[in-house]
Each structure stands twice: as structure tokens, then as C-alpha cells.
T-cell receptor
Framework: DGGITQSPKYLFRKEGQNVTLSCEQNLNHDAMYWYRQDPGQGLRLIYYSQIVNDFQKGDIAEGYSVSREKKESFPLTVTSAQKNPTAFYLC???????????FGDGTRLSIL | SQQGEEDPQALSIQEGENATMNCSYKTSINNLQWYRQNSGRGLVHLILIRSNEREKHSGRLRVTLDTSKKSSSLLITASRAADTASYFCALSGTYKYIFGTGTRLKVLA
């Protein structure tokens, strides 16, 4: 079955450390997105990519970085510059803009 | 803020009752989508309504859209305990989706 796989499910970050969240899709979708969700809140867009080797900042990109070297993969790095990284991170993809998004099951990031 | 605003923030009903949640927004949209999120999981797409549509049905779901009032509503009929989840509207504008704050629905058996 096609879908989006996020890993790991839980991740802990030490002070000053960069961590990378994985997002892989086998839906052959062109566009991919990263969102941050804080408790009881909606989703806020971190980065999005409409095509391989291209990505754009979302509303809260500071302290995060991404790459899109392959169509299937859109990893997110939470850098040490992100001072409040504790949140639930969701990756999504869509065949083309305006179509429904498919989501992974998220990665919960906490600080040690 | 461009974010969609949903109300109520939380809703608790008995099994078999109908649940209505509303989404208001400020921007122009191409379409509006509704998603469901079970606790600790990703979002699942429920229904999409285009800006030139007024009403859409899918099983026990009914969505309305009033672009003059910039609002949409999601009605779940004959609710079940398994409908317990958070529900989000998402506005499709220019190259990105803007999500609402969500309504937490609890259906009591």
C-alpha cells in the first residue's frame, strides 16, 4: 500500500544537538510539506517542496532546514538554533497543489 | 492572521447525536478541506469542497461552504464513539494550506 512513513516515532534532542526527522513517500507525489503541531493547536507550516531540488520556507522556518534530493524523500533537520523544538512534527505530500494531503503518523520530539 | 478559526474548540455529545463544527477564514480560497486527527496520529483527509460549490456529502458527512461569509461547516450525522477525534479545516490558497485551530469532538457511548 502507498503511504508516507515518518521515523522515528519518538526522538529526544540534547542541548546544542541537531537532529534529523525522516519522511519517505511511495505515492509518487511531487509536493511535500513539513508541519509543526503544538499541544491543542493547529498545524503550522515549516517548509514545503513542490519539486525535487526545490523548497520554500513556510511560516516558521527559523531553526529548521530541509533537503529534497529525491522525489520520495524530504528530511527535516531541527538545528540547535531552534530553541523550543518540543512538538509533534508531521510530514505530508500531495500529487499537486489544491489536492488533498496525505500525512505520515508524525514524530514526537522532546528535549532531554 | 490567515489561519482558519474553528468553533467550538471542544464538543461533547452522546452517540447517535449529530455534531456540527464551523470554520471561518479571512482569505480568498481555491478550496476548503476537512481533516480528522486521532490522538497521536497524522491527519486523514475527509472531504474537499471547491470555492464554487455550496454543499457536499460523503457518507455521514455533510459540508457546506459560504464564500460570501467566508465560513464552512462540517456536520457528522448519527455520531459514533469511533468519531472521537480532532477535526481541522484547511484552506487551500496560494501554494500552501492554512489549517484551522481544530475542534475536539468527544462522542460518549
Amino acid at each position: 500500500d502507498g503511504g508516507i512513513t515518518q521515523s522515528p516515532k519518538y526522538l529526544f534532542r540534547k542541548e546544542g544537538q541537531n537532529v534529523t526527522l525522516s519522511c519517505e513517500q511511495n505515492l509518487n507525489h511531487d509536493a511535500m510539506y513539513w508541519y509543526r503541531q503544538d499541544p491543542g493547536q493547529g498545524l503550522r507550516l515549516i517548509y514545503y517542496s513542490q519539486i525535487v531540488n526545490d523548497f520554500q520556507k513556510g511560516d516558521i522556518a527559523e531553526g529548521y532546514s530541509v533537503s529534497r534530493e529525491k522525489k520520495e524523500s524530504f528530511p527535516l533537520t531541527v538545528t540547535s538554533a531552534q530553541k523550543n523544538p518540543t512538538a509533534f512534527y508531521l510530514c505530508a505530500s500531495t500529487r499537486e497543489f489544491n489536492q488533498p494531503q496525505h500525512f505520515g503518523d508524525g514524530t514526537r520530539l522532546s528535549i532531554l | 492572521s490567515q489561519q482558519g478559526e474553528e468553533d467550538p474548540q471542544a464538543l461533547s455529545i452522546q452517540e447517535g447525536e449529530n455534531a456540527t463544527m464551523n470554520c471561518s477564514y479571512k482569505t480568498s480560497i481555491n478550496n476548503l478541506q476537512w481533516y480528522r486527527q486521532n490522538s497521536g496520529r497524522g491527519l486523514v483527509h475527509l472531504i474537499l469542497i471547491r470555492s464554487n460549490e455550496r454543499e457536499k456529502h460523503s457518507g455521514r458527512l455533510r459540508v457546506t461552504l459560504d464564500t460570501s461569509k467566508k465560513s464552512s461547516s462540517l456536520l457528522i450525522t448519527a455520531s459514533r464513539a469511533a468519531d472521537t477525534a480532532s477535526y481541522f479545516c484547511a484552506l487551500s490558497g496560494t501554494y500552501k494550506y492554512i489549517f484551522g485551530t481544530g475542534t475536539r469532538l468527544k462522542v460518549l457511548a
